[in-house]
């Protein structure tokens, strides 16, 4: 009897206390805090993003073929069944969104080349395609803005996917040769380079969740194309690193840091629950860009292990995208055992998630294990009524100076994204724009709520 009480105040009252002091869930009181104090470095890099298929149009890839829909059940894939279709057109306005980008003041662009148009076919390259690319870094350059390329941000050509894509080791030299024949046509002119975005996105939602392609359900996937876009990371770096301008190239991975916080701190399933997603989503990645060595291991039913002491010396920066965290809380009777929950005192964004501005704190603190540069390269939000843009922009923003004024190593930002544009799974029905976008005559317009990131940007300029 004693026995079983002991085993029960363990696991329900002393772990979720345990836990509950180690991995506390920051909340500041913004009442006290004021939001005009917002001060950053003069050297500090602010810039926009945007990614090849969300914005260019006439992609053919395979996100392009999972917008058809599913090809056995017939259901759509993307909302109300949108497709990307022209998207944004940027393949041919970017000279003038080029100017919109000036507009706001701020001095780099981070964008993705399209592998697809670049190499529509195994091993043949399309000419026009690099010489479009090379147009665009010579416009932005001329114009004072520095490009910031992304190798690989969701989309890769078909014959690509119809091999396995990252499901398979031995894809990876695919990428490679394309990062190698892109590298030797623009590091002339290119300094910054983001290798990956977001392993975890491409991995969970393409092999978990199923939204995003090729829509598969299956864990044991979901950790192998984790571990694969790793070591494509790591291959890319040791080999563009030692190509001609590879030494003046400053490269990094681009990582999405979701954490997963426990609904019901007392409960120890919900807890249990957050500590495996996040080590699953965030930590077994910056484990191995620190350690050199992947494992996942799901007890009596899978266990992946990699390793690479390469990883340990693979990033320049590193890409830190942010947007928010997730509350889970344990249900038994759910299909994956948790659903997420939201706090009614919350402000929501368009997106299903929060306003949740302390976690980027949260998530500098934790990528700064690695310590090297931390480039935000994403943050923003979707905001169809433009009522909580400013507010979150805000927010952010001083997160960020704070993490600065505590010492951890942020150079830049980056606010997703410069123009509204086709968001995954969830169509065109999201506004992140600082630009909003009419998508019936193409006519671009600066948000109210976008005045704010411009006016910080211009204060702290305005110092040098
Ligand atoms: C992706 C972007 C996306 C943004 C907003 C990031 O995960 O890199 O492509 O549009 O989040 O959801």
Request: with cysteine.
């Amino acid at each position: 009897m004693l026995l079983v009480l002991s085993l029960f105040a363990f696991f329900f009252i002393l772990l979720p206390l345990i836990f509950h002091l180690k991995y506390p869930e920051i909340r500041w009181n913004w009442e006290k805090i004021n939001l005009k104090t917002i001060q950053f470095p003069k050297s500090f890099i602010w810039g926009t993003a945007t990614a090849s298929h969300q914005v260019e149009g006439n992609c053919i890839n395979n996100w392009s073929q999972f917008e058809g829909g599913n090809k056995t059940t017939g259901e759509p894939n993307i909302k109300d069944s949108q497709v990307s279709g022209n998207a944004c057109e940027h393949w041919d306005r970017y000279p003038k969104d080029i100017e919109l980008i000036k507009n706001i003041g701020v001095r780099y662009y981070r964008f993705s080349l399209e592998w697809s148009k670049i190499e529509p076919q195994k091993g043949m390259y399309n000419q026009d395609a690099i010489n479009h690319y090379s147009d665009l870094i010579n416009k932005l350059i001329s114009k004072g803005v520095t490009p910031v390329i992304t190798l690989h941000h969701f989309t890769h050509p078909i014959w690509f996917e119809n091999i396995g894509a990252f499901e398979k080791e031995d894809n990876i030299q695919h990428l490679l040769l394309f990062s190698e024949k892109v590298f030797n046509e623009y590091s002339d002119r290119v300094k910054y380079w983001c290798t990956i975005n977001e392993p975890a996105v491409v991995a969970t939602q393409g092999y978990f969740t199923g939204m995003f392609p090729p829509g598969k359900k299956n864990i044991k996937l979901t950790c192998i194309v984790l571990k694969n876009l790793l070591e494509a990371h790591v291959q890319i770096y040791k080999k563009i690193k030692s190509m001609k301008n590879g030494d003046a190239a400053q490269v990094g991975i681009v990582k999405n840091i979701n954490h997963f916080d426990p609904w019901r701190r007392y409960s120890v399933l919900d807890w249990l629950l957050t500590l495996f997603l996040n080590y699953v989503y965030n930590t077994s990645s910056i484990r191995f860009l620190k350690t050199g060595k992947f494992k996942i291991l799901i007890p009596g039913f899978l266990w992946i292990s990699h390793k690479n002491m390469n990883a340990c010396t693979a990033n320049d920066f590193f890409g830190l995208n942010y947007y928010s965290h997730n509350h889970i809380k344990f249900n038994i009777f759910n299909k994956d055992f948790f659903e997420l929950k939201f706090h009614s005192k919350d402000t929501m964004t368009d997106m299903p998630y929060t306003i949740y501005a302390e976690g980027i704190y949260r998530a500098i603190q934790e990528v700064s294990k690695l310590s090297i540069p931390i480039i935000i390269t994403e943050n923003g939000v979707a905001d169809k009524d433009d009522k909580i843009r400013a507010e979150y922009i805000q927010k952010y923003l001083y997160a960020t100076m704070k993490s600065i004024e505590d010492g951890y190593n942020v150079i830049g930002y980056f606010y997703w994204s410069l123009l509204d544009n086709f968001e995954w799974a969830f169509g065109y029905d999201m506004k992140f724009g600082l630009y909003s976008v009419d998508f019936k005559n193409q006519i671009r317009k600066l948000r109210e709520g976008s005045e704010t990131f411009v006016q910080i940007i211009k204060k702290n300029e305005s110092k040098i």
